[in-house]
């Protein structure tokens, strides 16, 4: 019978064949835990379970990002007692303070790869589906006992297939594709579901990762893009990679639902607050003047987000009064745009700079919001509070118009700064 | 007799315990009792008891995977969260934690700050002499609950729920 792609992935960690539906005990490929909620899952895997090692020290990669570099002492104790564990438990796959975000490091190095089941202690652990991996967030007691069994437990899940068709038009991009499913699946509409990406073979896997990462904001298990085409072509050849031959994407396999999106007529899309699938076309919106302009995180903290907001600023300066905030997702991409002058354009506009890591996106530190400050930012999340002040607005947008609403001090349009 | 709590719908565990406030931040992890719902319902911490219902609309507990959402909703003694739907993380944690999450629509027919009378066991709600049966969940679940949460099932049985072998 065919398979959607988490039926074949969950089959291949179960070792049997799976279907929609059932429960299954699955082996895991690869855990990912950060250091925010490491603490709490350490303290269940000896405390609670009474675990002296983690299954396997290979199998785990632990990554300092969520307040990197530590901002009290409260979390540079925390961060200080977790590289002592890492060492105890012979874990070698440390990415510490400036490296980058988890989902788009454990890429970049090549621990994730398609076929993989992979669990995090992180909800946009979904990220992972960017090279055609299951990868799904768990809390810390789930996650002590993948570290304790390297297994888990789940139910296999229906999935929601994506149908883009066409091809963006100039100042549009993987947000607004990801906003716009956003908005007719909305805020629970794959709950309990995968969601495949299709029609997005063109795509590169960072941009493959917006779309990933915004699976979860549908309430997605997972977000899986199948690992074909040429973006990903590309990503293969440098790290080396290969699909897994069971791996392919099936005519035939049953989806519960398939959302259409017709590339070219899409323009861009914003998220209003305070829900993600709150989204309007940015043609519809009200003139909103915004106070800081935010782009980062592991939705659009890429390389070619922040060359896509270079090529827009190229030559120009931020609008008097608006802070411009730029926080690479990973180190590797922070090299990449200073290597080819990308950095260089940022900077010359009034960006100011932060260190690799998820930043402001969880309100703890580098650019929190003041009440009634106004957000145009290029992360997943603008639920009340996560920023900051509950009483500070968040707005979702693309990198292109967090480009062009730096430049004008309101939620623009590409086209409209772009001579 | 337990008092409802009544929320809307797309809770997220950023309301139910903001990022500021995860343990990762406090000094002492027995603070975050402190924080349930503080910025959305900042009388919620001070005056919820021990046994109280959540009556939610659906997708309660979107967001993060933040496992410190429902723990802080277990350190205040909450006896149960109904909801028409839950966020998959959520659900998750909360079984984990031994916390009952039932699948059922109650926001219409309760209100904020009725005094109910809740039989966990059956599955049953008494509001003003009226009985409100909620759906049973699947036996697996329900064994969870009885062993105090997922860890205490695992070390009980060595195995996870409808693991066989």
Known sequence: MAQTLAEQILSHAAGRPVQAGENVVVDIDLAMMHDSISPSIIKILHGELGAERVWDPERIAVVVDHVAPAATIQTAEHQFKLRRWVREQGITHLYDVGRGISHPVLVEEGMARPGMLIIGSDSHSTGYGAVGAFGTGMGSTDMALALASGQTWLRVPETVRVQARGSFRPGVSAKDLGLSAARKITADGATYQSVEWHGVDFLPVSDRMTLATLSIEVGGKAGIVPPTGAGWEAHAARRGLTVPEWLRVEDGAQYSRTVEIDLDQLGPQISVPHYVDNVVDLRDLDRIAVDVVYIGTCTNGHYNDMAAAARILKGRHVASGVRLLVVPASSEALRQASADGTLEILLAAGAALGTPGCGACIGRHMGVLAPDEVCLFTGNRNFRGRMGSPQANIYLGSPEVAAATALTGYITHPEDVVG | ?165
Not at chain 2, 35 to 49: G, H, I, L, N, S
Not at chain 2, 56 to 81: D, K, Q, V
Not at chain 2, 140 to 165: D, M, N, S, T
């Open chain 2, 1 to 165: 007799m337990a008092r409802i709590w009544i929320f809307g719908a797309n809770v997220n565990t950023d309301q139910i315990v903001p990022g500021r406030y995860a343990p990762y931040m406090l000094k002492d992890d027995s603070e975050l009792r402190k924080y349930p719902f503080v910025e959305a319902r900042p009388e919620f911490a001070a005056t919820v008891q021990p046994g109280d219902l959540l009556v939610a609309g659906p997708n309660f507990g979107c967001g993060s995977s933040r496992e410190y959402a429902p723990l802080a909703l277990r350190m205040a003694g909450i006896g149960a969260i109904i909801a028409p739907l839950f966020a998959r993380i959520f659900y998750r944690n909360a079984l984990n934690l031994g916390i009952p999450c039932f699948e059922a629509d109650l926001t219409g027919a309760l209100h904020d700050g009725q005094q109910v009378e809740f039989d966990l066991t059956n599955g049953q709600l008494v509001a003003d002499g009226q009985t409100i049966q909620l759906p049973p969940p699947p036996t697996f679940l329900q064994e969870v609950w009885a062993a105090g949460g997922i860890v205490p099932y695992y070390k009980q049985h060595g195995r996870f729920p409808g693991q066989v072998g």
